[in-house]
């Protein structure tokens, strides 16, 4: 089992930046990705960012230039920089593992407004 709980969601004006974090706990051992996606209102979920292997990155192009994905593995955990946010940032945005199965977080809520 693994635990993702992510943070640092909140509302933020266009042109702003927020970091999101997701901590994760229990069989961390065995994961072998981690990416975020997001879901905008009325919207199905959608890829944001992960990384790939040999510790490459893959971005969505909406995002590709303004968010960074990262990992602290002594602090197990994830983070998300999100720069230069536009309105259709809005969404909540998840953490997603998959270690033999896929798990997610509850989500981190960014609303981008002016």
């Known amino acids: 089992q693994v635990q993702l709980v992510e943070s640092g969601g909140g509302l933020v004006q266009p042109g702003g930046s927020l970091r999101l974090s997701c901590a994760a706990s229990g069989s961390i051992f065995n994961i072998n990705a981690m990416a975020w996606y997001r879901q905008a209102p009325g919207k199905g979920r959608e890829f944001v960012a992960q990384f790939s292997g040999g510790g490459s990155t893959d971005y969505a192009d909406s995002v590709k230039g303004r968010f960074t994905i990262s990992e602290d593995n002594a602090k197990n955990t994830l983070y998300l920089q999100m720069n230069s946010l536009k309105v259709e940032d809005t969404a909540v945005y998840y953490c997603?593992?998959?270690?033999?199965?896929?798990?997610w977080g509850k989500g981190t809520r960014v609303t981008v407004s002016s």
């Open positions: 997603y593992a998959f270690s033999g199965m896929p798990y």
